[in-house]
């Protein structure tokens, strides 16, 4: 199933069970949130989780696009990415827990054909504050699904004030043969979708209280999703990375994990731009100014002649109606051209700095990093990267 077989179904699926689909998928947050990005399809849908009654009813789905950069340094490995999208469903005090669940198993097994027995759930098994979390226990039982009881994996929390609820974590077996052991002892067991029920709101002194309106949030990652409909054991090997891993190797000759950062952080950095960011020393732009400026120090590792102006079209624009949005390639290039181009100003006043003796001549400690960096404005990485060369 490729990737928009996958979106159309999941989007079908719960169109036809009376979801609405929630208009708005920018990384931007809300005005008045504090965070810089969206990191999850959830987070523009707080307030309404909490009570307050949403325009469009009561029955919500969403493909909503994400950034984390909390993996940041993991980003190159075989599942890290910086931009993805989130499938999510909501009930805002309309359906429980269970029916969740049992759409969850549907839509898994019938809309996407994957086998019942590659599947595993875990579930909320009680703590010292709330008991164990029998609904979506005697749920899976009567779906036959096997189940695994756990405690800290199994209860979600919207920081340490909030809403907050247990959750049941559905799993795909990706080994070979039959399914072995359990989600907790095998990292062949893969998560796929998790159902939270919000049932609390945690306060500042931790003490619980029940919400008046229950709710259900379920979110799943769309790569994660179709490495496993298509059988990959890499989430750059999907056909949603395909034009991207075809194209870069063919451009620079990189290691594989420098190959991986290169398009995760080019696409990235196309998708936060269209958004409407531009490159800056502070909050969101410098967030944009960090990820092309790793991306081109991967690049010039090797060979320093190297540079975006080689980046084709093509790609910019794949990325851009992908995540559907309206901006031009053109300006998107600019943007990366006139970053690449600064960058290499910062690059030249680091080699004349670091060429002076004092740096010369001995290894480059903690006080010399940050030195470079409230005075001169070099990153650390910037920084490591001449002194490598």
């Given at each position: 199933m490729d990737t928009e077989q996958t979106l159309r179904t999941f989007t079908d699926f719960f169109r036809e069970r009376g979801h609405e689909t929630v208009s708005g998928t920018s990384l931007l947050p809300p005005p008045g949130d504090p965070v810089l990005f969206t990191t999850s399809g959830m987070h523009p849908l707080t307030p309404y989780l909490q009570g307050r009654p949403h325009p469009q009813g009561r029955r919500l789905?969403?493909?909503?696009?994400?950034?984390?950069?909390?993996?940041?340094?993991?980003?190159?490995?075989?599942?890290?990415?910086?931009?993805?999208?989130m499938l999510g469903s909501w009930s805002l005090g309309d359906y429980g827990h269970p029916q969740s669940l049992s759409w969850g198993h549907e839509l898994l097994r019938d809309g996407f054909g994957i086998p019942a027995e590659r599947l595993h759930a875990t579930v909320f098994g009680g703590d010292d504050e709330v008991g164990p979390d029998n609904e979506s226990l005697r749920t899976w039982q009567e779906l036959g699904v096997p189940v695994e009881l756990t405690r800290e994996d199994n209860w979600w929390s919207n920081g340490p004030v909030g809403i907050c609820g247990p959750d049941s974590e559905i799993f795909v077996w990706t080994g070979d043969g039959p399914p072995r052991r359990t989600p907790t002892t095998d990292p062949r067991w893969v998560e796929i979708w998790n159902h939270v029920h919000l049932r609390y709101h945690r306060h500042q002194d931790g003490r619980l209280e029940p919400l008046r309106q229950p709710g259900v949030d379920t979110g799943m990652g769309l790569e994660r999703l179709l490495t496993v409909l298509q059988n990959?054991?890499?989430?750059?090997?999907?056909?949603?990375?395909?034009?991207?891993?075809?194209?870069?190797?063919?451009?620079?000759?990189?290691?594989?994990?420098?190959?991986?950062?290169?398009?995760?952080?080019?696409?990235?950095?196309?998708v936060v731009t269209a958004d409407g960011v531009r490159p800056s020393n502070t909050g969101r732009g410098y967030v944009l100014r960090r990820l092309v400026r790793r991306l081109l120090t991967a690049l010039y590792r090797e060979d320093s002649s190297r540079g975006l102006a080689e980046l084709p079209r093509e790609l910019i624009e794949h990325t851009l109606d992908h995540f559907r949005q309206t901006e031009r390639a053109d300006l998107v290039r600019e943007v990366l051209l006139d970053e690449e181009r600064r960058?290499?100003?910062?690059?030249?006043?680091?080699?004349?700095?670091?060429?002076?003796?004092?740096?010369?001549?001995?290894?480059?400690?903690?006080?010399?990093?940050?030195?470079?960096?409230?005075?001169?404005?070099?990153?650390?990485?910037?920084?490591?990267?001449?002194?490598?060369?």
């Open positions: 789905l969403n493909v909503q696009r994400c950034l984390r950069t909390t993996d940041l340094d993991e980003v190159g490995d075989s599942t890290h990415l910086t931009v993805f999208e990959r054991r890499d989430v750059h090997e999907i056909d949603l990375f395909e034009p991207w891993m075809r194209t870069v190797p063919s451009l620079w000759d990189l290691d594989e994990r420098s190959t991986r950062l290169v398009c995760d952080h080019l696409r990235s950095s196309i960058f290499g100003q910062l690059l030249e006043r680091g080699r004349r700095v670091l060429s002076r003796t004092e740096f010369r001549a001995r290894p480059l400690d903690e006080e010399d990093y940050a030195y470079l960096h409230d005075t001169y404005g070099l990153p650390r990485e910037l920084v490591a990267g001449i002194s490598a060369g």
